[in-house]
């Protein structure tokens, strides 16, 4: 089962043309997230799951990188997935297309 904001199923149902003017590629439709939520609180978990003894948030974050931008947070092994979110070097790549940005 796949998760995700609900900016990104958008995002993948209705892609945005490339910078040349041209169509993306048709999708798969096995690949559209079938469980989506929302923005909500900034910090706070949209979804919370139990899972083999360990307790999993997902944290959206505001649009930055992608419009589904999320911290995942495992919080009994007290560490985080943040992807390709944070870099430490260099601006990161804001999709402003999709109203990413490096405003805070």
């Known amino acids: ?36 939520y929302p923005l909500g609180t900034p910090g706070a978990p949209a979804v919370t799951i139990h899972m083999d003894g360990e307790v999993v948030d997902f944290i959206p974050v505001p649009a930055s990188h992608t419009g589904g931008d999320t911290v995942i947070r495992f919080q009994y092994a007290n560490a985080i997935y943040i992807g390709d979110f944070y870099r430490n070097f260099g601006y990161p790549f804001a999709d402003q297309a999709n109203g990413g940005s490096i405003r805070v």
């Open 1 to 36: 089962m796949i998760f995700s904001r609900e900016e990104l199923r958008n995002e993948m149902l209705h892609p945005p043309r490339r910078v040349d003017g041209s169509p993306v590629p048709a999708f798969d439709p096995a690949g559209v997230p079938v469980v989506t």
